[in-house]
């Protein structure tokens, strides 16, 4: 086999790792007007493990207009919610241990970002799933749906 077609296999392999770890990465942005970039994330159904990046463009601190993004079922998004407020700023507004969330952020201010990795394992391409931001009164506007597609 001559070294160019070595390199081209090669290639075609880097490459399709590298999309099926892309379609396993997602980004999502929040600003000080309690609104995420995104209504919809999805991810294959291939991905095992979620790495997601959440990015707050605001200027405001936490305290003022923090964010986080939790993942749940679309039923118990007010459920969990409510929770969360109860849970407080030092539980990052999620009731500790809580079956319900899949998965979920540290809550940041303006200018800060977090990243989380989590497993898909539990969701399915049938399932009901909806995004939020748990922060005392910003579930109801700021909120998306999940999709495993």
Not at 40 to 49: A, F, G, P, R, Y
């Amino acid at each position: 086999m001559n070294n160019l077609v070595k390199f081209a296999l090669a290639a075609m392999a880097f490459s399709s790792f590298h999309s099926f770890a892309n379609e396993c990465e997602l980004s999502i942005e929040s600003n000080d007007m309690m609104q995420f970039s995104k209504k919809t994330l999805s991810v294959s159904s291939k991905c095992e493990q979620v790495k997601l990046t959440l990015i707050h463009t605001g200027k405001l601190p936490a305290a003022a207009m923090g964010h986080n993004w939790v993942l749940t079922e679309k039923k118990n998004v007010k459920a969990v919610a409510s929770d969360g407020m109860r849970a407080g700023v030092k539980n990052n507004y999620v009731k500790p241990g809580d079956e319900r969330v899949f998965a979920f952020t540290d809550v940041i201010g303006g200018g800060q970002s977090t990243t989380i990795n989590f497993s898909t394992k539990g969701l399915n391409k049938n399932g009901e799933y909806n995004f939020f931001c748990s922060f005392p009164g910003h579930f109801a506007i700021m909120k998306g749906t999940f999709k495993i597609v």
